[in-house]
C-alpha cells in the first residue's frame, strides 16, 4: 500500500526530491503571465495553459493544505489582475472575468477528489498495517505458546510414562497409557504449529541438494515395520535444492496420511518422475479414499475427514498443511486425487537442481500440466 499512496512532504509540502517538478511549473507559469501581459488579444490562451498545468500538477504531486492555498491565491491574484487590467483597457470583454472562478472552481474540484483518494489510501494502509501487525502478533503467539508448552508436556509425559511401567494394577496403567498418548498428540500438536507459524521466515529452510531416490529409501525404511503392503515405484535419479528435514517431515505426513486410511491388506506406494524442470513425488494409497466435494479443503488446517479415526490414530488435522507449507516453501505445490472406496494420490511437485526459477516453476505450464495430469487421473 505504500507504493500507491501519495508522496509524503516535508515542510511546506515539497518534498527535495521533486522539488525540481514545482520549479518547471512556476517558470511555466510566469513565461505564460508574461505573454498575457504582452498579447492582451490572446491573453486567454495562456491563461487556460495555466489553470490547465496548475490541475494536472496537483493531481500529480497533491500538495499539502498551505500550500495548495498559497498557489491558489497567487494564481487568482496574477491572472485575475491581467485580465481586469485588460477588460478596463478595452483588451478584453468583461465576460471574460467569468473564467477565473470558473477555473478556480474547477481546480478545487480537483483538490477535493484528490484529497479524498489520499485519505482512503491512508485509511486502506491503516488497515493493511493493522492486519499485518495482528499477523504478526498470532504468528509470535503460537511460537511463543509452542516452545512454552513443550517442556511442561514433557515433564507430564515422563511422569505419566513411569506411572504406566510401575503400575501393577491393569485400570491404572490403561489409564496412564491413555494420559501418554494424549500428551504424546499434544506435543506432536504443540511441534507442528510451531512449524506453521516458523514457515514463512527466511531461515526456515536449510538449503542442500537432495537425492529424491534416498529420500523415498529412507521413509519407506522407516515406515516399512507399520503392517501394510509397501511398494517402490520406479523412481527416476532426481536432486532438489532443499532441506532433506522439512522433506522428509512432508513424505512423512503423506504417508502418516496413508497408514490412516488404509488398513493391513492396502496396499501404499512411493514413486518420484521427472516432469521438464520439476520432479513429482508420489505417494498412492488403496484406501478408503475422500470424496471429491472434500479434496478442495484436504490441505486446510485442522481439517479432518474422519473425526473419530484421526483421533484414534493420533491426528491433530495439520500433516496435510504442512505438507503444503513446505512444498511451497521450496518453490513447489502439492495436489490430491482421490475417489471413494478407491484410493488416494497424493503428489509433490518440486523444482529440479538445475531449474532456472523456483518460484517461477511453481507458477509455470510443466507444474500445470503435471498437475492436471494428476487431478484428472
Known amino acids: 500500500m505504500r507504493g500507491i499512496e501519495s508522496p509524503r512532504t516535508e515542510g511546506f509540502g515539497w518534498p527535495p526530491r521533486r522539488l525540481w517538478l514545482d520549479l518547471v511549473w512556476v517558470g ?195 515406515w516399512a515395520p507399520v503392517a501394510r503392503r509397501w511398494r517402490l515405484d520406479p523412481i527416476e535419479p532426481a536432486t532438489v535444492v532443499g532441506d532433506a528435514d522439512r522433506l522428509g517431515l512432508a513424505l512423512d505426513a503423506l504417508v502418516e496420511n496413508a497408514v490412516k486410511h488404509t488398513g493391513p491388506g492396502d496396499e501404499i506406494r512411493l514413486g518420484a518422475r521427472r516432469q521438464g524442470d520439476l520432479v513429482a513425488i508420489v505417494v498412492a494409497d488403496s484406501g478408503t479414499g475422500m470424496p471429491a466435494g472434500q479434496l478442495e479443503g484436504v490441505f486446510a488446517r485442522f481439517a479432518r475427514l474422519d473425526e473419530s479415526r484421526s483421533r484414534d490414530l493420533g491426528g491433530v488435522g495439520l500433516g496435510l498443511t504442512i505438507v503444503k507449507a513446505i512444498a511451497q516453501a521450496h518453490g513447489g505445490t502439492v495436489a490430491v486425487r482421490s475417489t471413494p472406496g478407491g484410493g488416494s494420490v497424493f503428489q509433490l511437485l518440486l523444482p529440479l537442481e538445475d531449474a532456472p526459477d523456483p518460484a517461477g516453476a511453481r507458477a509455470g505450464a510443466p507444474g500445470r500440466r503435471l498437475e492436471a495430469d494428476l487431478l484428472h487421473g
Open 28 to 222: 511555466f507559469a510566469l513565461a505564460n503571465l508574461v505573454a498575457m501581459a504582452l498579447a492582451p488579444k490572446w491573453e486567454t490562451v495562456p491563461f487556460h495553459f495555466i489553470w490547465v498545468s496548475l490541475t494536472v500538477l496537483y493531481g500529480y504531486r497533491v500538495w499539502g493544505p498551505r500550500v495548495t492555498a498559497g498557489l491558489l491565491t497567487a494564481v487568482v491574484l496574477s491572472t485575475g489582475t491581467l485580465l481586469v487590467h485588460d477588460v478596463v483597457q478595452h483588451a478584453q470583454p468583461a465576460d471574460e472575468l467569468a473564467e477565473v472562478p470558473l477555473m478556480g472552481a474547477m481546480f478545487l474540484a480537483m483538490v477535493w477528489h484528490a484529497q479524498r483518494r489520499r485519505s482512503a489510501m491512508e485509511d486502506l494502509r491503516q488497515v493493511s498495517d493493522a492486519n499485518l501487525r495482528l499477523l504478526h502478533r498470532e504468528r509470535q503467539f503460537i511460537q511463543d505458546a509452542s516452545h512454552e508448552l513443550r517442556t511442561p508436556i514433557t515433564v507430564a509425559l515422563g511422569h505419566a510414562e513411569l506411572v504406566e511401567r510401575a503400575s501393577r494394577e491393569p485400570e491404572r496403567a490403561e489409564d496412564a497409557r491413555i494420559v501418554v498418548d494424549e500428551l504424546q498428540r499434544l506435543r506432536r500438536l504443540a511441534d507442528r504449529l510451531l512449524l506453521l507459524a516458523t514457515s514463512e521466515d527466511p531461515d526456515f529452510l536449510s538449503r542442500s541438494p537432495v537425492q529424491v531416490e534416498q529420500l523415498l529409501a529412507a521413509i519407506l525404511q522407516r
